[in-house]
């Protein structure tokens, strides 16, 4: 037992429990809702990490990661608006790359990019894609968490 499949365990069972507590809270509003596919992602995410580690060698999904940052910016948006706006279709906008990157991942589903990060930078037909990913992985995070923290900040203001 290696000193990640603890925290595997943890992380596994306080996102299931954090989800089931706000995808059971009323009113469930679209903020709600937000927040909970978000955690679920999360316990989806290390529940396959735990299974391939301990279990059984299954296809990764690398790809699940892009949409964390869109999720937090639109949670952000939803709780912090004052008129309730629905989730919309043009909401679903953030998630192109999460889309460009699952497309990608099925065409090359024989092999994955990677498995984990130990063979990320070994030099085979996939390491342009794995750079792109990683960079794409960075600047999402980055954009998503600067575009919450400023929605969080007028919305400050809004309240003072």
């Known amino acids: 037992m290696d000193f ?15 989800g089931l507590l706000i995808a ?15 955690l679920f992602l999360f316990f989806a995410e290390m529940l396959f990490a735990l299974i391939n580690r301990t279990i059984l060698p299954v296809y990764s999904f690398p790809f699940i990661s892009f949409t964390y940052g869109p999720i937090l910016y639109l949670y952000v948006i939803h709780l912090t608006i004052r008129n309730g706006r629905k989730f ?17 991942s099925v065409i090359f ?8 990060l130990s063979g990320f930078f070994v030099s085979d037909r ?5 750079i792109i990913y990683s960079i794409s992985f960075f600047l999402s995070i980055s954009v998503y968490s600067i575009l919450s923290f400023i929605e969080i900040r007028k919305h ?5």
């Open 88 to 104: 919309g279709a043009i909401n679903l906008l953030h998630f192109i790359p999460f889309a460009i990157f699952l497309a990608v």
């Open 109 to 116: 589903r024989k092999k994955p990019m990677f498995d984990d």
């Open 24 to 38: 059971t809270r009323k009113p469930f509003t679209t903020a709600n809702k937000l927040m909970a596919i978000w």
């Open 4 to 18: 990640i499949d603890p925290i595997l365990y943890i992380g596994i069972s306080q996102s299931l429990f954090a």
């Open 126 to 130: 996939f390491i342009s894609l794995r």
């Open 156 to 160: 400050q203001k809004r309240l003072m």
